[in-house]
C-alpha cells in the first residue's frame, strides 16, 4: 500500500516564525504535491514537483517556498508565518507511469493542521 | 478562476437511496477526470475516475457520468450507506499538462438512517 506520511497532524507556530512541513512518501513516485485545504475553497494547489531539485508553482504559491533534496521527501517552507497561512495543509504523491495505480490519481498523506497565532 | 465547480456546498440522503453529486467545469482541455472522498482529519481518498474518452466508468455502488457537451460530470452512489457521509471533492487534469489537478471546492454528503 501507498504511504504519504506527514511530520505533524497538528501543529502551532508564532506569525514571523519559520515553519517547516515535512513530507515522505514510501512508493518511489515521481511526483510530488502540497496543497493547503480552507473552507469554502477546497483544495488549492501550492507548488508541485516532478523530480529531485526540481519544483514548479501551483495556483497559491505567495508565501511559501518548497524543496525536493530526495525523491521520497518533499517539504514545504512558510518563510514567515500569517495569520492567514492558518490552515490544513496536505501532501500528496502520484506515479509518473500507469502501474498499479489509476493514471493521475493521487495519494494523500493524512494533513497538517497548522495554527498561526 | 475555478474551473471545476461543484455548486452544492452540501447534499443530504437517506440511507439506501441514490446519491448523486454534482460537477462542472469550464475548459475543455480537460482529458481526465477523479473522485476523491475525504473524511474529516483525514487525507482525501481516490474514489473513481475516468477518461474524457467515456462517458460512464462504474465500479461497485459507484458510477461517474461524463456529458462532455454539458461539460458536466456526475457521481452516482447506490445504494447510500452512513458510511459515505464524507465531503466528495472532483478534480481534472489538463491534457498535456503534467500530473497537476485541478480540485472543485468539495460537496458535504450526509446519509441518514
Redesign the interface.
Known amino acids: 500500500d501507498v504511504k504519504v506520511t506527514q511530520s505533524s497532524r497538528y501543529l502551532v507556530k508564532r506569525t514571523g516564525e519559520k515553519v517547516f512541513l515535512e513530507c515522505v512518501q514510501d512508493m518511489d513516485h515521481e511526483n510530488m504535491f502540497w496543497y493547503r485545504q480552507d473552507p469554502g475553497l477546497g483544495l488549492r494547489l501550492i507548488y508541485f514537483s516532478y523530480d529531485v531539485k526540481m519544483k514548479e508553482k501551483g495556483d497559491i504559491p505567495e508565501g511559501y517556498s518548497v524543496s525536493r533534496e530526495k525523491k521520497e521527501r518533499f517539504s514545504l517552507i512558510l518563510e514567515s508565518a500569517s495569520t492567514n497561512q492558518t490552515s490544513m495543509y496536505l501532501c500528496a504523491s502520484s506515479p509518473s507511469r500507469q502501474g498499479r495505480s489509476n493514471l493521475y490519481e493521487q495519494y494523500f498523506g493524512p494533513g497538517t493542521r497548522l495554527t498561526v497565532t | 478562476d475555478q474551473q471545476v465547480k ?1 455548486n452544492s ?1 452540501s447534499l443530504s440522503v437517506q440511507e439506501g437511496r441514490i446519491s448523486i453529486l454534482n460537477c462542472d467545469y469550464t475548459n475543455s482541455m480537460f482529458d ?1 477526470f ?1 473522485w ?1 472522498k475525504k473524511y474529516p ?6 474514489l473513481i ?1 475516468i477518461s474524457s474518452i467515456k462517458d460512464k466508468n462504474e465500479d461497485g455502488r459507484f458510477t461517474v457520468f461524463l456529458n462532455k457537451s454539458a461539460k458536466h460530470l456526475s457521481l452516482h452512489i447506490v445504494p447510500s450507506q452512513p458510511g459515505d457521509s464524507a465531503v466528495y ?1 472532483c ?1 481534472a ?1 489538463i491534457v498535456n499538462s ?9 460537496t458535504s454528503l450526509l446519509v441518514t438512517p
Not at chain 2, 41 to 46: M, N, Q
Not at chain 2, 99 to 106: C, E, R
Open positions: 461543484q456546498p481526465y477523479l476523491y482529519a483525514e487525507g482525501p481518498t481516490f475516475s471533492f478534480a487534469r503534467g500530473y497537476a489537478l485541478n480540485f472543485g471546492k468539495g
